[in-house]
């Protein structure tokens, strides 16, 4: 399975754009970058999956460089609700359809 | 919210009794998870399933067994609980879709178990 690197926590102000960088460096052709959160000890959150091109949804966008080894989250407008443990994930190719969480990124929205 | 519930959501027990989770879904998606996550820690995923009677093991899966015989139900068993197994449960489902890897998965709200 292609591994993850994150790092452990960021700090961001209330309104302003947050970036969450992610390397998977391992990544394989078929494999997607997915992006989930935690708020607290609830079940994750899905935000936003893409395979090799940028993809936007109502939560946030997904840039992927253009050789896929790494991917930047973008929450447009951070609020304090967004205060989360934010996920970046491989998955497909030859792990299937399974989900291998790392350690995450520890983002504190400060207002 | 994807259909997802998880029974029950918060579970006391004692050393050596047999406890079982379930996991109901309403969605028909095939493939569904059962991932725990102790304090401080991501979620690691102990057993999934990719179709009714089919099942196969995560990286967590000493001490689990599951059970899939309808599409709706995945059950996770403790024969046998520990307190190395107390922790918060999650279930997870995801539909197939047109690559492997490409369709979302849904998360239910966790069930934490304690082994006392």
């Known amino acids: 399975d292609a591994k993850t690197t994150q790092p452990p926590s960021m700090d961001c102000a209330e309104g302003r754009a947050a970036n969450l960088p992610c390397n998977h460096s391992?990544?394989?052709?078929?494999?997607?970058v997915y992006w989930y959160r935690q708020i607290h000890s609830q079940g994750p959150q899905y935000i936003i999956h893409?395979?090799?091109n940028n993809e936007t949804n109502e939560m946030a966008s997904l840039i992927i460089t253009e050789d896929r080894k790494s991917s930047t989250l973008i929450l447009p407008h951070a609020t304090l609700r967004d205060t989360a443990v934010y996920y970046c994930?491989?998955?497909?190719?030859?792990?299937?359809?399974?989900?291998?969480f790392g350690g995450g990124t520890r983002v504190l929205v400060k207002p | 919210d994807a259909g997802i519930t998880q029974s029950p959501r918060h579970k006391v027990t004692e050393t050596g009794t047999p406890v079982t989770l379930r996991c109901h879904q309403t969605?028909?998606?095939?493939?569904m998870y059962w991932y725990r996550q102790d304090p401080g820690h991501g979620l690691r995923l102990i057993h999934y399933?990719?179709?009714?009677?089919?099942?196969d093991k995560g990286e967590v899966s000493d001490g689990y067994s599951v059970s899939r015989s309808k599409t709706e139900d995945f059950l996770l068993t403790l024969e046998s609980a520990t307190s190395s197994q107390t922790s918060v449960y999650f279930c997870?489902?995801?539909?197939?879709?047109?690559?492997?890897?490409?369709?979302?998965?849904?998360f239910g709200q966790g069930t934490r178990l304690t082994v006392v």
């Open positions: 391992t990544i394989s052709g078929n494999e997607y």
């Open positions: 997870a489902i995801s539909a197939t879709g047109g690559n492997v890897g490409n369709t979302e998965a849904f």
């Open positions: 399933s990719y179709g009714v009677k089919d099942t």
């Open positions: 969605e028909n998606h095939r493939y």
């Open positions: 893409g395979l090799k």
């Open positions: 994930i491989v998955r497909g190719g030859a792990a299937g359809n399974k989900l291998t």
